[in-house]
């Protein structure tokens, strides 16, 4: 795109009077496209050279990149035609026969097609009918489908067996935003390009050339603005340049770019992270009313504070990522200043934070006070140590000596130790600490030094803790049949068949739990057990679950006792004798005499009565 020729200032009279740049300017052959699509080109190019010329290609990619150009250009390559040439070529310098037509959109064979208005099966047996016919003028009848992810799933299968075997003059191209919705056999059966995003250099560069063809002044900084805007789509980027003309009166400035995209100043929004990672709020508070004052969009304000919180991340580990041409100088300067002071820990908490707080701030009723929330969560972020920081701490105060537990302060590679604003410059009050210079404390760290414990002994809480008894409960419960059975007296059918089906236990102690839940256990059941068991036993109980396999549920242990039983009384000579007396017969249950009589006592008991679930009886099992 860096050398389309625009048209004609007659042809810019015809209709409207004026056309938009991402028309005037759109690339009219394979040396234009070289602005980002240089591998696309170069396979094309050498493809065409050794006659290597596919039925079908698939353009991919996002918006404005190119997709239907490229598409037309190719139809323009393989039509190509002029007095001395009469071949496919990609050198189109000289305008053919049937370039201009072609170009247009108008050209007879040269069928565009758009699958979002075009998605039944009988669009596509339309096109199966008329591939047979030659076409009229032109060597290829070229069909371009644009969209093609929206055709229907009929309409691709009718399409699969033309696209294998088309007629040797006809040519499919197909372009799409969408890929991944395109069938796998539609795609093995064409030949793929991915365009890529143009880099902001590269659109910088080309809005550069616009501006010099046009007559315009343009700010280095306000293209710039334009390009990080675009997003790597040229036609977007072209369509901001136009808007920012018109804006402008002719004349591109930084200010008027800022003030049209509702952006902040780059220079503002460092300020902003600057008060952030020192813990600011007031200060925070106060330069995001000013950006919001002056224009902002508080979301926009958020997405430029992440955007600038993953540069200095990228500067912390690839210092070169400070020479993208798209960066302003004091991107670059502050920018490497953060990556050498701020911890990994501390950018990647403020990365994580930043990107949960936008969709707030995007769905919020008042954005600008949702913004201000995520501001005052991050900057109170900043005074907390981080994990790795905290647990070192308090396994020195566990050591009783303020100093550290390994012989001195550890540090990552890449400066991911802690330095200035990092929650690691921590010292012990009143116990000075000869640190390493980088680890001294900043005044930005004070609030940590107030939210660390005191290390000396005399006034430390947690150096010898006194082992406090445990209340007994009033009924004894060691096992999970007791629990069962409190559940039974109680009266509580329902949590009985709970515990019995999906209790595994793990560990057991007067006012502890810890358990596993069997498979299909309600989520409640922990916290309903131990209200329950504060009610019976009259102390309170933690319940917890864990990861351990554990032991098997109360069911489960019944059936692999009668599982045994069944095994055992197979294996007893009386039983088999008496099996052999009645051909068919089998083995259904064994019951033990003495539980038996348990059975019939809790079935005679007066004490039985109907819950609220219905027929359940307390002695019952529940099978879920």
Aim: aromatic share 4%.
């Amino acid at each position: 795109m860096n050398d389309s020729v625009p048209t004609t200032s007659s042809e810019s009279q015809v209709g409207t009077g004026y056309r938009v740049l991402a028309r005037k300017y759109r690339p009219k052959d394979f040396s234009d496209l070289m602005v980002g699509q240089e591998p696309m080109v170069r396979t094309l190019t050498n493809a065409f050279e050794t006659g290597r010329i596919a039925q079908a290609y698939m353009l991919t990619g996002v918006r404005g990149v190119g997709k239907t150009t490229t598409a037309r250009i190719l139809a323009r390559a393989l039509n190509y035609k002029t007095d001395t040439i009469d071949k496919p070529t990609i050198d189109l310098r000289i305008p053919g026969e049937h370039c201009q037509a072609i170009m247009e959109g108008r050209h007879v064979d040269v069928i565009e097609m758009d699958a979002a208005s075009h998605t039944g099966i009988d669009d596509i047996r339309e096109i199966i009918e008329q591939v047979r016919y030659r076409p009229v003028s032109a060597r290829y009848k070229v069909y371009i489908i644009d969209e093609v992810h929206m055709l229907s799933t009929q309409a691709f299968n009718g399409l699969l067996k033309t696209l294998e075997e088309p007629p040797e003059h006809v040519k499919f191209i197909f372009a799409t935003t969408e890929i991944r919705k395109v069938p796998i056999t539609v795609l093995s059966r064409c030949q793929r390009f991915d365009l890529r995003r143009i880099s902001a250099a590269d659109l910088v560069g080309l809005f550069t050339a616009i501006a010099g063809k046009e007559g315009f002044e343009a700010e280095p900084q306000a293209l710039s603005m334009i390009a990080r805007a675009a997003e790597g789509s040229a036609r977007d980027g072209l369509s901001l340049l136009d808007q920012a003309i018109a804006h402008g009166g002719g004349r591109v400035e930084a200010e008027a770019v800022r003030g049209m995209l509702g952006l902040a100043d780059r220079a503002r929004i460092v300020d902003l992270f600057q008060h952030v990672v020192k813990g600011d709020v007031a200060a925070a508070l106060s330069e995001f009313n000013g950006q919001y004052e002056a224009g902002a969009n508080p979301v926009v304000v958020l997405n430029d504070l992440a955007d600038f919180t993953h540069l200095v991340t990228r500067m912390k580990y690839v210092p070169d990522a400070a020479e993208d041409p798209s960066l302003s100088e004091i991107e670059r300067v502050r920018g490497a200043e953060f990556a050498d002071t701020i911890a990994v820990t501390a950018l990647s908490r403020i990365w994580q934070m930043l990107l949960k707080g936008i969709p707030e701030t995007e769905n919020a009723s008042r954005p600008a006070g949702a913004a201000e929330m995520v501001l005052i969560r991050l900057a109170h972020a900043a005074n907390l140590p981080a994990p790795e920081d905290a647990a070192r701490r308090l396994l020195e105060l566990s050591n009783g000596d303020g100093g550290y537990a390994n012989g001195g302060p550890s540090g990552g590679g890449n400066g991911g130790g802690a330095r200035a604003y990092s929650s690691a410059q921590t010292v012990a009050a009143g116990r000075p600490v000869d640190l390493p210079t980088q680890r001294q404390a900043t005044p930005q760290t004070s609030a940590i030094l107030r939210a660390i414990p005191d290390s000396r002994p005399q006034e430390m809480q947690v150096a010898a803790p006194k082992t406090e008894e445990r209340p007994e409960p009033k009924v004894p419960v060691n096992s999970v049949q007791d629990i069962a059975d409190l559940c039974q007296k109680n009266r509580d059918p329902v949590m009985r068949a709970k515990v019995r089906n999906f209790v595994r236990l793990v560990r057991l102690e007067p006012g502890r739990l810890d358990m596993r839940l069997g498979e299909g256990a309600p989520g409640s059941l922990p916290g309903e057990l131990g209200v329950k068991l504060k009610e019976w036993t009259g102390i309170h109980w933690i319940i917890s679950l864990s990861k351990e396999q554990g032991e098997p549920t109360l069911v489960e242990a019944e059936g692999n006792a009668r599982d045994a039983r069944l095994v055992d009384a197979r294996q007893d000579p009386d039983v088999a004798a008496i099996l052999a007396q009645f051909p068919g017969a089998k083995i259904t249950d064994v019951r033990i005499r003495a539980a038996v009589q348990d059975e019939a006592e809790d079935i005679a008991s007066p004490s039985v009565a109907e819950s609220s679930e219905g027929d359940i009886l307390p002695g019952d099992d529940i099978e879920f």
